[in-house]
Protein backbone atom coordinates (compact mmCIF):
# COMPACT_ATOMS: atom_id res chain seq x y z
CA UNK A 1 0.00 0.00 0.00
CA UNK A 2 2.94 2.55 0.83
CA UNK A 3 4.63 1.42 -1.74
CA UNK A 4 1.97 2.05 -4.05
CA UNK A 5 1.47 5.66 -2.56
CA UNK A 6 5.57 6.34 -3.08
CA UNK A 7 4.70 4.98 -6.80
CA UNK A 8 2.27 7.56 -7.51
CA UNK A 9 3.77 10.71 -5.45
CA UNK A 10 7.26 9.46 -7.37
CA UNK A 11 5.41 9.43 -10.77
CA UNK A 12 3.79 12.78 -9.86
CA UNK A 13 7.14 14.63 -9.43
CA UNK A 14 8.47 13.49 -12.72
CA UNK A 15 5.34 14.77 -14.46
CA UNK A 16 5.02 17.93 -13.18
CA UNK A 17 8.67 18.09 -13.84
CA UNK A 18 8.13 17.44 -17.48
CA UNK A 19 5.56 19.54 -17.73
CA UNK A 20 7.74 22.31 -16.39
CA UNK A 21 10.20 22.02 -18.92
CA UNK A 22 8.21 20.98 -21.69
CA UNK A 23 5.10 23.27 -21.43
CA UNK A 24 6.29 26.81 -22.40
CA UNK A 25 8.41 24.80 -25.11
CA UNK A 26 4.90 23.38 -26.17
CA UNK A 27 2.99 26.60 -26.01
CA UNK A 28 5.66 28.25 -28.00
CA UNK A 29 5.53 25.48 -31.12
CA UNK A 30 1.97 25.77 -31.14
CA UNK A 31 1.57 29.30 -31.21
CA UNK A 32 4.14 28.91 -34.22
CA UNK A 33 0.92 27.27 -36.09
CA UNK A 34 -1.69 28.89 -34.38
CA UNK A 35 -4.19 31.39 -37.03
CA UNK A 36 -4.24 34.37 -33.67
CA UNK A 37 -2.47 33.20 -30.46
CA UNK A 38 -4.46 35.70 -28.44
CA UNK A 39 -7.89 34.31 -29.60
CA UNK A 40 -6.26 30.36 -29.22
CA UNK A 41 -6.33 27.52 -30.67
CA UNK A 42 -9.83 28.05 -31.77
CA UNK A 43 -9.15 30.89 -34.75
CA UNK A 44 -7.34 27.31 -36.45
CA UNK A 45 -3.88 25.72 -37.62
CA UNK A 46 -1.76 27.57 -40.34
CA UNK A 47 1.69 27.04 -42.06
CA UNK A 48 1.10 30.36 -43.06
CA UNK A 49 3.96 31.90 -40.50
CA UNK A 50 6.35 29.00 -41.20
CA UNK A 51 6.12 29.94 -45.02
CA UNK A 52 6.66 34.01 -44.22
CA UNK A 53 9.64 33.10 -41.88
CA UNK A 54 11.03 30.36 -44.36
CA UNK A 55 10.87 33.50 -47.20
CA UNK A 56 11.98 36.11 -44.99
CA UNK A 57 15.01 34.34 -42.46
CA UNK A 58 16.14 31.86 -45.00
CA UNK A 59 19.74 33.15 -45.46
CA UNK A 60 20.08 33.71 -41.62
CA UNK A 61 19.35 29.88 -41.33
CA UNK A 62 21.92 28.75 -43.85
CA UNK A 63 24.43 31.09 -42.29
CA UNK A 64 24.21 29.88 -38.98
CA UNK A 65 24.46 26.15 -40.12
CA UNK A 66 27.43 27.30 -42.07
CA UNK A 67 29.03 29.38 -39.21
CA UNK A 68 28.24 26.02 -36.88
CA UNK A 69 30.31 23.66 -39.21
CA UNK A 70 32.98 26.24 -39.75
CA UNK A 71 33.17 26.68 -35.88
CA UNK A 72 33.24 23.00 -35.89
CA UNK A 73 35.88 22.85 -38.48
CA UNK A 74 38.14 25.16 -36.47
CA UNK A 75 37.66 24.07 -33.18
CA UNK A 76 38.87 20.63 -34.78
CA UNK A 77 41.31 21.31 -35.93
CA UNK A 78 43.25 24.00 -33.42
CA UNK A 79 41.54 21.96 -30.27
CA UNK A 80 42.23 18.68 -30.55
CA UNK A 81 45.98 19.64 -31.30
CA UNK A 82 45.70 21.76 -28.66
CA UNK A 83 44.23 19.11 -26.01
CA UNK A 84 46.90 16.84 -27.12
CA UNK A 85 49.71 19.15 -26.72
CA UNK A 86 48.28 19.91 -22.95
CA UNK A 87 47.96 16.28 -22.17
CA UNK A 88 51.27 15.19 -23.58
CA UNK A 89 53.13 18.47 -21.97
CA UNK A 90 55.64 17.08 -19.04
CA UNK A 91 53.62 13.91 -19.02
CA UNK A 92 50.29 15.75 -18.65
CA UNK A 93 48.53 17.27 -15.28
CA UNK A 94 50.96 19.58 -15.25
CA UNK A 95 50.36 23.81 -14.16
CA UNK A 96 50.88 25.02 -17.56
CA UNK A 97 48.11 22.90 -18.76
CA UNK A 98 45.56 23.84 -15.70
CA UNK A 99 46.61 27.47 -16.21
CA UNK A 100 45.74 27.35 -20.18
CA UNK A 101 42.36 25.11 -19.55
CA UNK A 102 40.78 27.87 -17.31
CA UNK A 103 41.93 31.00 -19.81
CA UNK A 104 39.82 29.07 -22.09
CA UNK A 105 37.35 28.98 -19.71
CA UNK A 106 37.33 32.85 -19.58
CA UNK A 107 34.99 34.02 -22.51
CA UNK A 108 32.23 31.32 -20.96
CA UNK A 109 32.07 33.46 -17.48
CA UNK A 110 32.64 36.72 -19.14
CA UNK A 111 29.41 38.31 -20.77
CA UNK A 112 29.15 37.67 -24.29
CA UNK A 113 28.78 41.75 -24.56
CA UNK A 114 32.27 42.38 -23.11
CA UNK A 115 33.89 40.03 -25.63
CA UNK A 116 32.07 41.10 -28.54
CA UNK A 117 32.93 44.92 -27.68
CA UNK A 118 36.39 43.49 -27.20
CA UNK A 119 36.34 41.66 -30.85
CA UNK A 120 35.21 44.87 -31.79
CA UNK A 121 37.86 47.19 -30.43
CA UNK A 122 40.52 45.28 -31.98
CA UNK A 123 39.25 44.39 -35.26
CA UNK A 124 36.38 47.26 -36.10
CA UNK A 125 38.83 49.37 -38.01
CA UNK A 126 39.50 46.62 -40.64
CA UNK A 127 36.17 47.26 -42.53
CA UNK A 128 36.05 43.94 -44.85
CA UNK A 129 36.52 41.46 -42.02
CA UNK A 130 34.40 43.61 -39.87
CA UNK A 131 31.65 43.24 -42.07
CA UNK A 132 32.30 39.37 -42.89
CA UNK A 133 30.65 36.68 -41.15
CA UNK A 134 34.24 35.99 -40.21
CA UNK A 135 34.21 37.81 -37.88
CA UNK A 136 31.25 35.92 -36.14
CA UNK A 137 32.74 32.78 -36.62
CA UNK A 138 35.79 34.29 -34.10
CA UNK A 139 33.63 35.08 -31.71
CA UNK A 140 31.98 31.76 -31.66
CA UNK A 141 35.00 29.99 -31.92
CA UNK A 142 36.52 31.69 -28.90
CA UNK A 143 33.43 31.14 -27.15
CA UNK A 144 33.05 27.52 -28.51
CA UNK A 145 37.00 26.59 -28.22
CA UNK A 146 36.72 25.55 -24.74
CA UNK A 147 33.74 22.81 -24.74
CA UNK A 148 36.16 21.32 -27.67
CA UNK A 149 39.32 20.96 -25.61
CA UNK A 150 37.75 20.05 -22.60
CA UNK A 151 36.19 16.71 -23.20
CA UNK A 152 39.05 16.19 -25.40
CA UNK A 153 41.65 17.01 -22.88
CA UNK A 154 39.72 14.56 -20.44
CA UNK A 155 40.15 11.57 -22.27
CA UNK A 156 43.22 12.05 -23.86
CA UNK A 157 44.75 12.25 -20.07
CA UNK A 158 43.22 8.47 -19.34
CA UNK A 159 46.34 7.25 -18.51
CA UNK A 160 45.57 4.14 -20.90
CA UNK A 161 45.97 6.26 -24.00
CA UNK A 162 49.17 7.26 -22.60
CA UNK A 163 50.08 3.75 -22.55
CA UNK A 164 48.40 3.20 -26.15
CA UNK A 165 50.56 5.66 -27.43
CA UNK A 166 53.88 4.47 -25.89
CA UNK A 167 52.86 0.69 -27.28
CA UNK A 168 53.11 2.39 -30.45
CA UNK A 169 56.27 4.30 -30.33
CA UNK A 170 57.28 0.51 -29.11
CA UNK A 171 56.53 -0.27 -32.24
CA UNK A 172 58.11 2.16 -34.50
CA UNK A 173 55.93 4.67 -34.69
CA UNK A 174 56.74 8.59 -34.93
CA UNK A 175 54.97 11.43 -33.12
CA UNK A 176 53.00 12.37 -36.11
CA UNK A 177 51.84 8.60 -36.71
CA UNK A 178 50.61 7.93 -33.14
CA UNK A 179 48.55 11.08 -33.29
CA UNK A 180 46.37 10.17 -36.36
CA UNK A 181 46.56 6.55 -36.17
CA UNK A 182 46.22 5.45 -32.04
CA UNK A 183 45.40 9.34 -30.24
CA UNK A 184 43.08 10.20 -32.52
CA UNK A 185 40.68 7.43 -33.33
CA UNK A 186 40.99 6.25 -29.80
CA UNK A 187 39.57 9.67 -28.44
CA UNK A 188 36.82 9.55 -30.72
CA UNK A 189 34.57 9.54 -27.80
CA UNK A 190 35.38 13.04 -26.54
CA UNK A 191 36.16 14.86 -30.15
CA UNK A 192 32.44 14.02 -30.66
CA UNK A 193 30.98 14.88 -27.24
CA UNK A 194 32.68 18.09 -28.22
CA UNK A 195 31.63 18.58 -31.81
CA UNK A 196 28.32 18.14 -30.19
CA UNK A 197 28.43 20.81 -27.80
CA UNK A 198 30.44 22.67 -30.21
CA UNK A 199 27.48 22.71 -32.97
CA UNK A 200 24.71 23.27 -30.77
CA UNK A 201 25.90 25.94 -29.02
CA UNK A 202 27.36 27.92 -31.94
CA UNK A 203 23.67 27.59 -33.59
CA UNK A 204 21.98 28.97 -30.61
CA UNK A 205 24.55 31.72 -29.73
CA UNK A 206 22.96 35.07 -29.34
CA UNK A 207 25.12 37.51 -26.95
CA UNK A 208 28.44 37.81 -28.93
CA UNK A 209 26.76 37.28 -32.04
CA UNK A 210 24.09 40.12 -31.70
CA UNK A 211 26.84 42.78 -31.12
CA UNK A 212 28.60 41.62 -33.87
CA UNK A 213 26.57 41.15 -36.50
CA UNK A 214 25.92 43.40 -39.53
CA UNK A 215 22.23 43.98 -40.78
CA UNK A 216 23.92 41.24 -43.53
CA UNK A 217 25.43 38.94 -41.28
CA UNK A 218 22.37 38.29 -38.64
CA UNK A 219 22.05 34.70 -37.35
CA UNK A 220 19.38 32.38 -36.62
CA UNK A 221 19.35 33.55 -32.99
CA UNK A 222 19.51 37.43 -33.88
CA UNK A 223 16.76 37.15 -36.64
CA UNK A 224 14.77 35.65 -33.91
CA UNK A 225 15.51 38.15 -31.13
CA UNK A 226 14.16 40.57 -34.51
CA UNK A 227 11.13 38.74 -35.79
CA UNK A 228 9.82 38.74 -31.65
CA UNK A 229 11.00 42.51 -31.67
CA UNK A 230 9.25 43.78 -34.76
CA UNK A 231 6.55 41.31 -35.98
CA UNK A 232 3.71 39.57 -34.58
CA UNK A 233 4.67 37.10 -31.49
CA UNK A 234 3.30 33.88 -34.37
CA UNK A 235 5.92 34.88 -36.34
CA UNK A 236 8.43 34.49 -34.16
CA UNK A 237 7.28 31.54 -32.66
CA UNK A 238 6.85 29.69 -36.29
CA UNK A 239 10.57 31.06 -36.17
CA UNK A 240 10.98 28.69 -32.95
CA UNK A 241 10.04 26.41 -34.95
CA UNK A 242 12.12 25.87 -37.50
CA UNK A 243 14.72 26.22 -34.84
CA UNK A 244 13.22 23.31 -33.41
CA UNK A 245 13.64 20.90 -36.28
CA UNK A 246 16.45 22.44 -37.47
CA UNK A 247 18.34 21.52 -34.23
CA UNK A 248 16.40 18.04 -32.71
CA UNK A 249 17.61 15.93 -35.46
CA UNK A 250 21.09 17.27 -35.39
CA UNK A 251 21.28 16.38 -31.56
CA UNK A 252 19.97 13.50 -31.70
CA UNK A 253 22.11 12.19 -35.11
CA UNK A 254 25.03 13.37 -32.99
CA UNK A 255 24.22 11.71 -30.05
CA UNK A 256 23.35 8.83 -31.74
CA UNK A 257 27.14 9.11 -33.45
CA UNK A 258 28.74 9.35 -29.81
CA UNK A 259 27.46 6.55 -28.64
CA UNK A 260 28.20 4.50 -31.42
CA UNK A 261 32.34 5.43 -30.93
CA UNK A 262 32.15 4.73 -27.01
CA UNK A 263 30.67 1.17 -28.15
CA UNK A 264 33.37 0.55 -30.22
CA UNK A 265 36.21 1.77 -29.07
CA UNK A 266 35.85 1.46 -25.11
CA UNK A 267 38.66 2.61 -23.26
CA UNK B 1 60.66 -17.26 -34.68
CA UNK B 2 64.54 -16.35 -34.19
CA UNK B 3 65.50 -13.08 -34.18
CA UNK B 4 67.18 -12.05 -36.96
CA UNK B 5 70.57 -10.37 -35.04
CA UNK B 6 72.20 -12.50 -32.66
CA UNK B 7 71.36 -11.61 -28.84
CA UNK B 8 72.51 -7.89 -27.64
CA UNK B 9 73.83 -7.15 -23.80
CA UNK B 10 72.67 -4.23 -22.57
CA UNK B 11 74.63 -2.18 -19.90
CA UNK B 12 73.55 0.69 -17.91
CA UNK B 13 75.90 3.13 -16.41
CA UNK B 14 75.59 5.38 -13.64
CA UNK B 15 71.84 5.53 -14.94
CA UNK B 16 69.91 8.11 -11.73
CA UNK B 17 66.88 9.16 -12.42
CA UNK B 18 65.49 12.37 -10.36
CA UNK B 19 61.68 13.47 -11.18
CA UNK B 20 60.25 17.20 -12.02
CA UNK B 21 59.63 18.01 -8.53
CA UNK B 22 62.95 16.83 -7.37
CA UNK B 23 62.23 13.17 -5.77
CA UNK B 24 65.03 10.42 -6.52
CA UNK B 25 63.16 7.64 -7.94
CA UNK B 26 66.31 6.03 -9.33
CA UNK B 27 70.08 6.11 -7.37
CA UNK B 28 72.96 6.05 -9.85
CA UNK B 29 72.89 2.11 -10.69
CA UNK B 30 75.15 0.13 -12.73
CA UNK B 31 73.64 -3.13 -14.48
CA UNK B 32 75.13 -5.56 -16.92
CA UNK B 33 72.45 -7.33 -18.91
CA UNK B 34 73.94 -10.64 -20.60
CA UNK B 35 73.39 -11.31 -24.13
CA UNK B 36 70.06 -13.64 -24.48
CA UNK B 37 69.45 -14.00 -20.82
CA UNK B 38 65.93 -13.03 -19.07
CA UNK B 39 66.97 -10.92 -16.02
CA UNK B 40 63.98 -10.44 -13.33
CA UNK B 41 63.80 -6.98 -11.60
CA UNK B 42 61.65 -7.49 -8.71
CA UNK B 43 60.78 -5.30 -5.66
CA UNK B 44 58.11 -3.99 -3.67
CA UNK B 45 56.16 -0.97 -5.39
CA UNK B 46 58.35 1.92 -5.81
CA UNK B 47 61.44 0.68 -5.50
CA UNK B 48 62.72 1.65 -9.43
CA UNK B 49 61.85 -1.18 -10.80
CA UNK B 50 59.80 -0.03 -13.25
CA UNK B 51 61.87 3.37 -13.90
CA UNK B 52 64.90 1.35 -14.74
CA UNK B 53 62.86 -0.77 -17.27
CA UNK B 54 61.29 2.71 -18.83
CA UNK B 55 65.07 3.60 -19.08
CA UNK B 56 66.51 0.77 -21.09
CA UNK B 57 63.55 1.27 -23.04
CA UNK B 58 63.95 4.86 -24.04
CA UNK B 59 60.48 5.94 -22.48
CA UNK B 60 62.13 7.85 -19.42
CA UNK B 61 66.05 9.38 -20.20
CA UNK B 62 68.60 9.02 -17.33
CA UNK B 63 69.86 11.73 -15.26
CA UNK B 64 73.13 13.70 -16.75
CA UNK B 65 75.92 11.50 -16.46
CA UNK B 66 73.89 8.14 -17.20
CA UNK B 67 74.50 5.87 -20.19
CA UNK B 68 72.18 3.05 -21.89
CA UNK B 69 74.20 0.45 -23.93
CA UNK B 70 72.70 -2.03 -26.13
CA UNK B 71 76.08 -4.02 -27.16
CA UNK B 72 78.55 -1.29 -27.80
CA UNK B 73 76.11 1.02 -29.17
CA UNK B 74 75.19 4.22 -26.95
CA UNK B 75 71.40 4.71 -27.00
CA UNK B 76 71.01 7.16 -24.67
CA UNK B 77 69.93 9.85 -26.50
CA UNK B 78 67.54 7.59 -28.70
CA UNK B 79 63.52 7.40 -28.45
CA UNK B 80 62.03 4.39 -27.57
CA UNK B 81 60.73 4.41 -31.41
CA UNK B 82 64.60 4.16 -32.39
CA UNK B 83 65.74 1.52 -30.24
CA UNK B 84 64.10 -1.60 -31.63
CA UNK B 85 62.80 -2.93 -28.55
CA UNK B 86 59.40 -4.52 -28.43
CA UNK B 87 57.40 -3.73 -24.73
CA UNK B 88 54.78 -5.59 -22.98
CA UNK B 89 52.46 -3.46 -20.70
CA UNK B 90 50.97 -4.48 -17.52
CA UNK B 91 46.96 -3.74 -18.93
CA UNK B 92 48.01 -5.14 -22.61
CA UNK B 93 48.03 -1.82 -24.48
CA UNK B 94 45.95 -3.21 -27.56
CA UNK B 95 44.36 -0.73 -29.85
CA UNK B 96 40.78 -0.72 -29.33
CA UNK B 97 40.73 0.40 -32.89
CA UNK B 98 42.25 -1.95 -34.56
CA UNK B 99 41.52 -6.27 -34.96
CA UNK B 100 44.18 -8.53 -33.79
CA UNK B 101 45.57 -8.96 -37.12
CA UNK B 102 45.66 -5.24 -37.28
CA UNK B 103 47.64 -4.89 -33.56
CA UNK B 104 50.09 -7.43 -34.67
CA UNK B 105 51.24 -5.92 -38.28
CA UNK B 106 50.87 -2.45 -36.79
CA UNK B 107 55.02 -2.08 -36.80
CA UNK B 108 55.50 -4.16 -39.68
CA UNK B 109 53.15 -1.50 -41.65
CA UNK B 110 55.29 1.28 -40.31
CA UNK B 111 58.20 -0.43 -41.35
CA UNK B 112 56.41 -0.85 -44.80
CA UNK B 113 56.57 -4.51 -45.22
CA UNK B 114 54.68 -5.91 -48.14
CA UNK B 115 50.92 -6.84 -47.05
CA UNK B 116 51.69 -10.36 -48.25
CA UNK B 117 54.38 -10.97 -46.27
CA UNK B 118 52.89 -8.71 -43.31
CA UNK B 119 50.38 -11.51 -43.35
CA UNK B 120 51.90 -14.69 -43.52
CA UNK B 121 53.50 -13.31 -40.63
CA UNK B 122 50.57 -12.30 -38.35
CA UNK B 123 49.47 -15.97 -39.18
CA UNK B 124 53.05 -17.30 -37.78
CA UNK B 125 53.07 -15.34 -34.93
CA UNK B 126 49.32 -16.37 -33.84
CA UNK B 127 50.36 -19.96 -34.19
CA UNK B 128 53.33 -19.25 -31.40
CA UNK B 129 50.88 -17.53 -29.27
CA UNK B 130 48.42 -20.54 -29.75
CA UNK B 131 45.53 -18.26 -31.36
CA UNK B 132 45.61 -19.29 -34.88
CA UNK B 133 42.55 -18.07 -36.72
CA UNK B 134 41.76 -15.35 -34.68
CA UNK B 135 42.99 -12.49 -36.77
CA UNK B 136 40.35 -10.90 -37.50
CA UNK B 137 38.76 -10.99 -33.87
CA UNK B 138 38.19 -7.76 -32.17
CA UNK B 139 40.25 -7.15 -29.53
CA UNK B 140 37.52 -6.37 -27.14
CA UNK B 141 36.42 -9.90 -27.58
CA UNK B 142 39.39 -11.84 -25.87
CA UNK B 143 40.08 -12.82 -22.69
CA UNK B 144 42.66 -11.66 -20.66
CA UNK B 145 45.21 -14.23 -21.54
CA UNK B 146 44.56 -13.85 -25.10
CA UNK B 147 45.25 -10.43 -24.92
CA UNK B 148 48.55 -10.91 -23.25
CA UNK B 149 49.60 -13.61 -26.16
CA UNK B 150 48.56 -10.91 -28.61
CA UNK B 151 50.65 -8.22 -27.26
CA UNK B 152 53.44 -10.39 -26.97
CA UNK B 153 52.96 -11.68 -30.43
CA UNK B 154 52.95 -8.23 -31.62
CA UNK B 155 55.79 -7.04 -29.34
CA UNK B 156 57.67 -9.88 -31.15
CA UNK B 157 56.88 -9.12 -34.69
CA UNK B 158 59.52 -6.40 -35.80
CA UNK B 159 62.04 -9.39 -34.35
CA UNK B 160 63.56 -6.85 -31.47
CA UNK B 161 66.79 -6.91 -29.98
CA UNK B 162 65.38 -7.04 -26.61
CA UNK B 163 61.96 -7.58 -25.33
CA UNK B 164 60.64 -5.22 -22.11
CA UNK B 165 57.97 -7.04 -19.86
CA UNK B 166 56.37 -4.87 -17.65
CA UNK B 167 54.30 -7.10 -14.83
CA UNK B 168 52.65 -8.82 -18.27
CA UNK B 169 50.89 -11.66 -15.79
CA UNK B 170 49.53 -9.11 -12.85
CA UNK B 171 46.10 -8.40 -14.69
CA UNK B 172 45.63 -12.40 -14.88
CA UNK B 173 43.77 -14.38 -12.77
CA UNK B 174 46.08 -17.11 -10.87
CA UNK B 175 45.27 -20.37 -12.76
CA UNK B 176 45.71 -18.35 -16.32
CA UNK B 177 48.78 -16.40 -14.62
CA UNK B 178 50.46 -19.60 -14.56
CA UNK B 179 49.66 -21.17 -17.27
CA UNK B 180 50.62 -18.24 -19.28
CA UNK B 181 54.02 -18.28 -17.43
CA UNK B 182 54.74 -21.68 -18.74
CA UNK B 183 54.00 -20.40 -21.76
CA UNK B 184 56.21 -17.29 -21.38
CA UNK B 185 59.03 -18.99 -20.22
CA UNK B 186 59.02 -21.74 -23.10
CA UNK B 187 59.09 -19.04 -25.56
CA UNK B 188 61.93 -16.85 -24.01
CA UNK B 189 63.85 -19.71 -24.18
CA UNK B 190 63.41 -20.92 -27.57
CA UNK B 191 63.86 -17.33 -28.95
CA UNK B 192 66.83 -16.93 -26.69
CA UNK B 193 65.76 -12.97 -27.39
CA UNK B 194 67.49 -10.67 -23.99
CA UNK B 195 64.46 -9.94 -22.25
CA UNK B 196 63.93 -8.07 -18.84
CA UNK B 197 60.80 -8.76 -16.93
CA UNK B 198 59.59 -6.40 -14.07
CA UNK B 199 57.49 -7.68 -11.81
CA UNK B 200 56.80 -7.98 -7.95
CA UNK B 201 55.74 -11.34 -7.74
CA UNK B 202 58.74 -13.67 -6.66
CA UNK B 203 57.38 -16.19 -7.73
CA UNK B 204 57.51 -14.91 -11.41
CA UNK B 205 60.82 -13.94 -10.58
CA UNK B 206 62.12 -17.29 -9.72
CA UNK B 207 60.45 -19.67 -12.03
CA UNK B 208 61.09 -17.18 -15.19
CA UNK B 209 64.47 -15.47 -14.63
CA UNK B 210 68.09 -16.38 -15.17
CA UNK B 211 68.91 -13.93 -13.08
CA UNK B 212 66.72 -11.73 -10.48
CA UNK B 213 67.56 -8.06 -9.70
CA UNK B 214 65.78 -7.42 -5.99
CA UNK B 215 65.68 -3.49 -5.81
CA UNK B 216 64.44 -1.77 -3.06
CA UNK B 217 64.23 1.99 -2.70
CA UNK B 218 65.59 3.46 -5.74
CA UNK B 219 68.85 0.71 -5.22
CA UNK B 220 69.83 -2.27 -6.21
CA UNK B 221 69.74 -4.90 -2.81
CA UNK B 222 71.12 -8.28 -4.42
CA UNK B 223 71.93 -9.23 -8.14
CA UNK B 224 72.00 -13.34 -8.50
CA UNK B 225 70.48 -16.63 -9.64
CA UNK B 226 67.39 -17.35 -7.96
CA UNK B 227 68.90 -20.36 -6.21
CA UNK B 228 71.74 -17.45 -4.74
CA UNK B 229 68.86 -14.81 -3.65
CA UNK B 230 66.90 -17.47 -2.48
CA UNK B 231 69.39 -19.34 -0.32
CA UNK B 232 72.18 -16.73 0.12
CA UNK B 233 70.32 -13.29 0.56
CA UNK B 234 72.54 -10.51 0.78
CA UNK B 235 71.02 -8.51 3.17
CA UNK B 236 67.53 -8.59 5.94
CA UNK B 237 65.54 -7.17 3.28
CA UNK B 238 66.06 -9.64 0.73
CA UNK B 239 66.04 -12.37 3.29
CA UNK B 240 62.45 -11.00 3.97
CA UNK B 241 61.30 -10.06 0.84
CA UNK B 242 61.86 -13.20 -0.94
CA UNK B 243 60.13 -16.21 0.38
CA UNK B 244 59.05 -16.43 4.30
CA UNK B 245 62.13 -16.25 6.70
CA UNK B 246 62.58 -16.82 10.33
CA UNK B 247 64.54 -14.68 12.45
CA UNK B 248 65.15 -15.84 16.30
CA UNK B 249 67.60 -14.14 18.53
CA UNK B 250 69.41 -16.24 21.31
CA UNK B 251 72.62 -16.26 23.06
CA UNK B 252 75.73 -18.42 21.61
CA UNK B 253 76.99 -20.91 23.79
CA UNK B 254 79.52 -23.42 22.17
CA UNK B 255 78.04 -24.35 19.17
CA UNK B 256 74.34 -23.88 19.82
CA UNK B 257 72.37 -20.91 19.87
CA UNK B 258 70.61 -20.76 23.14
CA UNK B 259 66.77 -20.11 23.23
CA UNK B 260 64.38 -20.19 26.35
CA UNK B 261 63.16 -23.53 25.84
CA UNK B 262 66.09 -25.17 23.38
CA UNK B 263 68.49 -24.40 21.43
CA UNK B 264 69.33 -24.13 17.71
CA UNK B 265 72.56 -25.12 16.16
CA UNK B 266 74.75 -22.10 14.82
CA UNK B 267 76.11 -22.02 11.17
CA UNK B 268 79.96 -21.63 11.64
CA UNK B 269 81.73 -22.19 15.07
CA UNK B 270 82.13 -18.53 16.31
CA UNK B 271 85.05 -16.94 17.81
CA UNK B 272 85.20 -17.20 21.37
CA UNK B 273 85.00 -13.28 21.80
CA UNK B 274 81.16 -14.08 20.94
CA UNK B 275 80.72 -16.77 23.10
CA UNK B 276 77.76 -15.22 25.48
CA UNK B 277 76.91 -12.65 22.88
CA UNK B 278 73.12 -12.17 21.74
CA UNK B 279 73.25 -13.63 17.72
CA UNK B 280 70.68 -14.28 15.36
CA UNK B 281 69.77 -17.19 13.38
CA UNK B 282 67.67 -17.00 9.95
CA UNK B 283 65.94 -20.34 9.00
CA UNK B 284 62.97 -20.70 6.19
CA UNK B 285 59.49 -22.18 7.52
CA UNK B 286 59.85 -25.08 5.07
CA UNK B 287 63.24 -26.36 6.69
CA UNK B 288 61.90 -26.33 9.81
CA UNK B 289 61.03 -29.99 11.36
CA UNK B 290 58.07 -30.02 13.70
CA UNK B 291 58.22 -33.01 16.26
CA UNK B 292 56.29 -34.60 18.84
CA UNK B 293 56.46 -33.19 22.50
CA UNK B 294 56.92 -36.71 22.89
CA UNK B 295 59.90 -37.53 20.57
CA UNK B 296 61.77 -33.89 21.44
CA UNK B 297 65.56 -34.65 22.66
CA UNK B 298 68.37 -31.89 23.08
CA UNK B 299 68.70 -30.73 19.93
CA UNK B 300 64.65 -29.63 20.03
CA UNK B 301 62.98 -26.39 20.69
CA UNK B 302 60.39 -26.80 22.20
CA UNK B 303 56.75 -24.54 22.20
CA UNK B 304 52.73 -23.80 22.03
CA UNK B 305 51.22 -24.11 18.81
CA UNK B 306 49.60 -20.86 18.23
CA UNK B 307 47.70 -21.72 14.71
CA UNK B 308 47.21 -23.79 12.49
CA UNK B 309 46.40 -22.93 8.80
CA UNK B 310 46.14 -26.17 6.07
CA UNK B 311 46.88 -25.25 2.92
CA UNK B 312 46.02 -28.30 1.36
CA UNK B 313 49.75 -28.99 -0.51
CA UNK B 314 51.04 -28.44 2.84
CA UNK B 315 50.08 -27.12 6.45
CA UNK B 316 51.29 -24.08 7.94
CA UNK B 317 52.30 -23.57 11.80
CA UNK B 318 53.18 -20.17 14.15
CA UNK B 319 55.05 -21.77 16.72
CA UNK B 320 55.13 -19.76 20.17
CA UNK B 321 58.62 -20.24 21.58
CA UNK B 322 59.51 -17.37 23.53
CA UNK B 323 61.56 -15.18 21.29
CA UNK B 324 60.25 -11.86 19.79
CA UNK B 325 57.84 -13.24 17.11
CA UNK B 326 56.79 -16.61 16.16
CA UNK B 327 58.15 -18.93 14.56
CA UNK B 328 56.39 -20.47 11.18
CA UNK B 329 56.83 -23.87 9.64
CA UNK B 330 55.72 -25.68 7.53
CA UNK B 331 55.33 -29.45 6.40
CA UNK B 332 53.43 -31.68 3.64
CA UNK B 333 53.01 -34.41 6.00
CA UNK B 334 49.39 -35.48 6.88
CA UNK B 335 48.57 -35.15 10.46
CA UNK B 336 46.17 -33.42 12.84
CA UNK B 337 47.48 -30.42 15.24
CA UNK B 338 45.18 -28.41 17.13
CA UNK B 339 46.25 -24.89 17.98
CA UNK B 340 47.23 -24.70 21.96
CA UNK B 341 48.75 -27.79 21.65
CA UNK B 342 52.59 -28.68 22.87
CA UNK B 343 55.07 -29.09 20.20
CA UNK B 344 58.83 -29.30 18.90
CA UNK B 345 60.99 -28.26 16.29
CA UNK B 346 64.27 -28.96 15.07
CA UNK B 347 65.92 -27.14 12.25
CA UNK B 348 69.43 -28.38 10.26
CA UNK B 349 72.69 -26.96 10.81
CA UNK B 350 72.49 -27.11 6.99
CA UNK B 351 69.03 -25.27 6.86
CA UNK B 352 70.28 -21.77 7.96
CA UNK B 353 70.63 -19.15 6.07
CA UNK B 354 73.52 -16.89 6.47
CA UNK B 355 73.66 -13.12 4.78
CA UNK B 356 75.96 -13.19 1.97
CA UNK B 357 78.89 -10.90 2.70
CA UNK B 358 78.60 -7.29 2.69
CA UNK B 359 81.43 -6.90 -0.16
CA UNK B 360 78.73 -8.57 -2.54
CA UNK B 361 76.41 -6.16 -2.01
CA UNK B 362 79.00 -3.32 -2.39
CA UNK B 363 79.80 -4.55 -5.99
CA UNK B 364 76.33 -5.47 -6.59
Redesign the interface.
Known amino acids: MQNRFRFYLQLGFTLLVCAFLVVPVVLSMLAGVTENFFVGLSSGLTLRWVAQVWEMYQPTIWRSLIIALACLVVTLVAGVPLAYMLARY?GGHSRLARVIEELLMMPVAVPGLATALALIMAYGQLREFRASILFILVGHVIFTLPFMVRPVLAVMQSS?LA??E?????????RM?RFFG?VI??AASGILAGALMVVTLSIGEFNITWMLHTPLTQTLPVGLADAYASMRLEVGSAYTLIFFFMIIPLLIGMQWATQATRK???? | MKPKQEAVSIRLQQCAKSFANGTRALQPLDLDIHPGETLVLLGPSGCGKTTTLRMIAGLEFPDEGGRVFFGDEDVTALPIEKRGVGMVFQNYALFPNMSVGENIAYGMKIRKIPAGERAERVERLLEMVHLQGLSHRRVDQLSGGQKQRVALARALAMEPRVLLLDEPLTALDAKLREAVRSDLNKLLRSLGITAIYVTHDQGEAMALGDRIVVMERGKISQIGTPREIYYHPANDFVADFIGAMNRVQGIVSGDRLLLPTGSLPLLDKLDAAQQGQQACALFRPEDVEVVDVTEADAQCVRGKLLNTFFLGDRTRFEIEIGTERPVIAETSRRGWWEAGQQIAIRVPAEALVKLAPRAEKETA
Open positions: RQQLEAAASLGAGRIPNKVSL
